[in-house]
């Protein structure tokens, strides 16, 4: 395999099952599917037993026992169990668009990340997607997602651009060439280097955490948000609190005022 796309899960089915049709269907093939499941229940396993049977991308399936959300281990079990040297992270709730994994793979290079971004969907369009929108690609058509209810915005750029334009806006943009979980991809070994995800966070932050110690490494960063395309499902949170986010956010400040490149508890405690 040329690369990986890893994504989490927990109990989501339904959001599961379109996300991995919409790997089903991209237009650059030489890639594998790990799902990162952070301890999902035996349906989960039923349905990608079931769908490595319809689809021809390669599945492998790490899980590890309910304990909380500890997306940042199941992550750093998904980044040990990949077989390529370039991995993709998105999320188990984002459809990607058919030219997603091919966006990547053009984009890469040595000595860099991509950042991406999403489009979030609200829920009612989110529930109506089909295998068939998918499989058409009527999920990311623009007359089609208003006729089912999208409002006017200028974030529905994301949709129209393309070629140079896309690139133009890539250039343009305000927004930070930060790591987002939802859509970036680097180096295995640079991952590695910087001991993957730090196992003491939990949700809020964990994603860019890890892309400022790629910083701190000596990585920079390419904007993609414009040209790797993926939609959001909606969901509720209800892993938020206020106690983690401070957390997290004091060991983020450590990051970068003390320019930490390795984590101590990442990969390596796999």
């Known amino acids: 395999m040329e690369m990986s796309v890893i994504f989490s899960t927990y109990n989501s089915e339904e959001w599961l099952e379109k996300v991995i049709i919409g790997f089903s269907v991209q237009t650059f093939r030489n890639f594998e599917i790990i799902i990162a499941d952070d301890g999902s229940r035996e349906t989960t396993k039923q349905l990608i037993d079931r769908?490595?049977?319809?689809?021809d991308i390669p599945i492998i399936h790490v899980w590890q026992e309910d304990n909380g959300f500890q997306k940042s281990q199941i992550l750093n079990k998904a980044i040990l169990a990949s077989t390529s040297e370039y991995l993709i992270f998105t999320d188990g709730d984002c459809i990607p668009r058919q030219d997603f994994v091919e966006v990547h793979n053009n984009f890469r290079e040595k000595g860099y990340f991509l950042s991406g971004g999403y489009f979030k969907l609200p829920m009612d369009i989110s529930k109506a997607i089909t295998k068939e929108d998918i499989v058409h690609q009527r999920c990311f058509d623009i007359n089609w997602l208003k006729q089912n209810g999208l409002p006017s915005s200028y974030k529905n750029i994301k949709f129209t651009s393309k070629g140079l334009m896309s690139k133009l806006l890539n250039f343009l943009t305000p927004t930070n060439?930060?790591?987002?979980?939802?859509?970036?991809?680097?180096?295995?070994?640079?991952?590695?280097?910087i001991n993957g995800f730090n196992q003491e966070m939990q949700y809020g932050g964990q994603d860019r955490e890890l892309g400022e110690r790629l910083f701190n490494l000596g990585l920079k960063s390419k904007q993609i948000r414009y040209s790797a395309i993926c939609v959001h499902l909606d969901h509720k949170r209800g892993y938020v609190n206020e106690e983690t986010w401070k957390k997290n956010h004091a060991i983020r400040k450590n990051t970068r005022d003390n320019k930490v490149v390795k984590t101590p508890i990442g990969i390596d405690s796999n």
């Open 51 to 55: 769908l490595k049977t319809e689809i």
């Open 177 to 193: 060439a930060s790591w987002n979980g939802h859509n970036s991809s680097g180096w295995k070994k640079d991952l590695i280097a």
